[in-house]
Protein backbone atom coordinates (compact mmCIF):
# COMPACT_ATOMS: atom_id res chain seq x y z
CA UNK A 1 0.00 0.00 0.00
CA UNK A 2 1.30 3.59 -1.10
CA UNK A 3 1.86 6.18 1.46
CA UNK A 4 -0.14 9.52 0.93
CA UNK A 5 1.80 12.90 0.56
CA UNK A 6 0.40 13.74 3.68
CA UNK A 7 1.00 10.86 5.66
CA UNK A 8 4.68 11.32 4.67
CA UNK A 9 5.11 14.69 5.75
CA UNK A 10 2.76 13.87 9.22
CA UNK A 11 5.52 11.43 9.56
CA UNK A 12 7.91 13.77 9.18
CA UNK A 13 7.18 16.34 11.31
CA UNK A 14 6.48 13.44 13.66
CA UNK A 15 9.74 12.26 13.85
CA UNK A 16 10.47 16.27 14.31
CA UNK A 17 8.33 16.43 17.47
CA UNK A 18 10.24 12.92 18.23
CA UNK A 19 13.98 14.52 18.31
CA UNK A 20 12.14 17.80 19.84
CA UNK A 21 11.03 15.14 22.71
CA UNK A 22 14.11 13.67 23.21
CA UNK A 23 15.66 16.76 23.50
CA UNK A 24 13.58 17.31 26.27
CA UNK A 25 13.99 14.25 28.12
CA UNK A 26 17.77 14.98 28.09
CA UNK A 27 17.47 17.85 29.74
CA UNK A 28 14.75 17.31 32.26
CA UNK A 29 17.23 13.97 33.11
CA UNK A 30 20.50 16.72 33.03
CA UNK A 31 17.83 18.44 35.88
CA UNK A 32 17.29 15.30 37.84
CA UNK A 33 20.94 14.62 37.88
CA UNK A 34 21.72 18.54 39.33
CA UNK A 35 18.97 18.26 41.99
CA UNK A 36 20.20 14.71 43.14
CA UNK A 37 23.88 16.43 43.70
CA UNK A 38 22.18 19.17 45.43
CA UNK A 39 20.73 16.64 47.56
CA UNK A 40 23.93 15.30 48.18
CA UNK A 41 25.58 18.79 48.88
CA UNK A 42 22.59 19.68 51.14
CA UNK A 43 23.18 16.63 53.28
CA UNK A 44 27.06 17.19 53.37
CA UNK A 45 26.82 20.89 53.93
CA UNK A 46 28.40 21.95 51.34
CA UNK A 47 27.18 25.18 50.93
CA UNK A 48 29.32 26.05 47.54
CA UNK A 49 27.96 23.37 45.85
CA UNK A 50 24.76 23.95 46.69
CA UNK A 51 24.81 27.40 45.63
CA UNK A 52 26.71 26.20 42.30
CA UNK A 53 23.94 23.66 41.58
CA UNK A 54 21.48 25.96 42.14
CA UNK A 55 22.95 28.38 39.43
CA UNK A 56 22.88 25.19 37.38
CA UNK A 57 19.48 24.48 37.72
CA UNK A 58 18.35 28.21 37.30
CA UNK A 59 20.21 27.89 33.73
CA UNK A 60 18.27 24.74 32.82
CA UNK A 61 15.27 26.03 33.31
CA UNK A 62 15.96 28.83 31.09
CA UNK A 63 16.94 26.44 28.63
CA UNK A 64 13.35 24.29 29.33
CA UNK A 65 11.47 28.01 28.57
CA UNK A 66 13.17 27.49 24.73
CA UNK A 67 12.73 24.36 24.48
CA UNK A 68 9.01 24.75 25.38
CA UNK A 69 8.66 26.90 22.54
CA UNK A 70 10.31 24.19 19.77
CA UNK A 71 8.75 21.57 21.21
CA UNK A 72 5.05 23.72 20.61
CA UNK A 73 6.35 24.34 17.29
CA UNK A 74 6.79 20.41 16.93
CA UNK A 75 3.60 20.06 18.37
CA UNK A 76 1.55 22.56 15.83
CA UNK A 77 3.46 21.28 12.65
CA UNK A 78 2.21 17.67 13.07
CA UNK A 79 -1.18 19.12 13.70
CA UNK A 80 -1.44 20.98 10.46
CA UNK A 81 0.10 18.01 9.07
CA UNK A 82 -2.91 15.81 10.26
CA UNK A 83 -5.12 18.92 9.11
CA UNK A 84 -6.38 18.97 12.74
CA UNK A 85 -7.27 22.66 12.14
CA UNK A 86 -6.04 24.24 15.58
CA UNK A 87 -4.87 27.36 14.47
CA UNK A 88 -7.07 29.68 17.03
CA UNK A 89 -7.16 27.08 20.10
CA UNK A 90 -4.19 25.91 22.05
CA UNK A 91 -1.85 22.92 20.67
CA UNK A 92 -3.44 19.05 21.08
CA UNK A 93 -2.06 17.44 23.94
CA UNK A 94 0.42 14.93 22.85
CA UNK A 95 -1.84 11.75 23.93
CA UNK A 96 -4.76 13.06 21.84
CA UNK A 97 -2.02 14.10 18.84
CA UNK A 98 -1.28 10.30 18.73
CA UNK A 99 -4.18 9.27 18.18
CA UNK A 100 -4.00 10.74 14.75
CA UNK A 101 -0.40 9.52 13.94
CA UNK A 102 0.78 6.34 12.34
CA UNK A 103 1.45 3.40 15.05
CA UNK A 104 5.10 3.25 15.10
CA UNK A 105 5.11 7.11 15.15
CA UNK A 106 2.26 6.81 18.11
CA UNK A 107 3.91 4.70 20.03
CA UNK A 108 7.54 6.57 20.11
CA UNK A 109 5.62 9.71 21.07
CA UNK A 110 3.82 7.77 23.42
CA UNK A 111 6.74 6.16 24.80
CA UNK A 112 8.56 10.11 25.26
CA UNK A 113 5.73 10.94 26.58
CA UNK A 114 5.67 8.51 29.63
CA UNK A 115 9.41 8.99 30.02
CA UNK A 116 8.93 12.54 30.64
CA UNK A 117 6.23 12.49 32.65
CA UNK A 118 8.06 9.44 35.47
CA UNK A 119 11.43 12.41 35.01
CA UNK A 120 9.58 15.35 35.93
CA UNK A 121 7.52 12.92 38.28
CA UNK A 122 10.92 12.59 39.99
CA UNK A 123 11.99 16.23 39.67
CA UNK A 124 9.31 17.18 41.63
CA UNK A 125 10.22 14.71 44.30
CA UNK A 126 13.69 16.06 44.61
CA UNK A 127 12.63 19.36 44.39
CA UNK A 128 10.77 18.80 47.51
CA UNK A 129 13.42 16.88 49.09
CA UNK A 130 15.72 19.45 48.63
CA UNK A 131 12.72 22.47 50.07
CA UNK A 132 12.55 20.11 52.86
CA UNK A 133 16.47 19.91 53.48
CA UNK A 134 16.98 23.96 53.12
CA UNK A 135 14.06 23.97 55.36
CA UNK A 136 15.82 22.20 58.34
CA UNK A 137 19.38 23.70 57.77
CA UNK A 138 17.68 27.55 57.60
CA UNK A 139 15.72 26.60 61.43
CA UNK A 140 19.66 25.08 62.54
CA UNK A 141 20.51 28.45 61.61
CA UNK A 142 18.30 30.60 63.23
CA UNK A 143 17.94 27.96 66.23
CA UNK A 144 21.70 28.97 66.81
CA UNK A 145 21.34 32.77 65.99
CA UNK A 146 18.74 32.47 68.25
CA UNK A 147 21.19 31.46 71.09
CA UNK A 148 23.96 33.42 70.00
CA UNK A 149 21.69 36.32 70.45
CA UNK A 150 20.29 34.98 74.04
CA UNK A 151 23.92 34.61 75.50
CA UNK A 152 25.41 37.76 74.15
CA UNK A 153 22.64 40.08 75.79
CA UNK A 154 22.13 38.49 78.87
CA UNK A 155 21.86 40.68 81.61
CA UNK A 156 25.86 40.02 83.43
CA UNK A 157 25.74 38.10 87.30
CA UNK A 158 27.45 36.53 89.67
CA UNK A 159 29.28 39.38 90.85
CA UNK A 160 29.41 41.90 88.64
CA UNK A 161 29.10 45.46 88.80
CA UNK A 162 26.26 46.68 86.85
CA UNK A 163 27.79 50.23 86.66
CA UNK A 164 30.73 49.55 85.12
CA UNK A 165 29.34 47.37 82.43
CA UNK A 166 27.85 48.60 78.73
CA UNK A 167 25.38 46.66 77.13
CA UNK A 168 26.10 43.99 75.11
CA UNK A 169 26.68 44.47 71.34
CA UNK A 170 26.59 41.55 69.13
CA UNK A 171 28.76 41.17 65.90
CA UNK A 172 28.48 38.44 63.22
CA UNK A 173 31.36 37.88 60.93
CA UNK A 174 30.01 37.01 57.55
CA UNK A 175 32.36 35.12 56.55
CA UNK A 176 31.59 32.43 59.29
Same mark, same amino acid.
Given at each position: ????????????????????????????????????????????????????????????????????????????????????????????????????????????????????? &? =?? @?? !? *????? $??? +???? #??????? &? =?? @?? !? *????? $??? +???? #???????? =????????
Amino acid at each position: MAVKTDDKRAVKQAQELQRALQADLLLAKQMLCVLNAQTEALIAGDHRSVAMMERHCRELVKEQAVRDGVRETAVAAVAMALALGVHDGPPPRLSDLALQLPLPEARAVLALRRQIL &S =TH @DH !I *RRANE $RNR +ALLE #NALDCVE &S =TL @DT !I *REFAF $RKP +AYGA #NPNTLTSA =TLCLNQTA
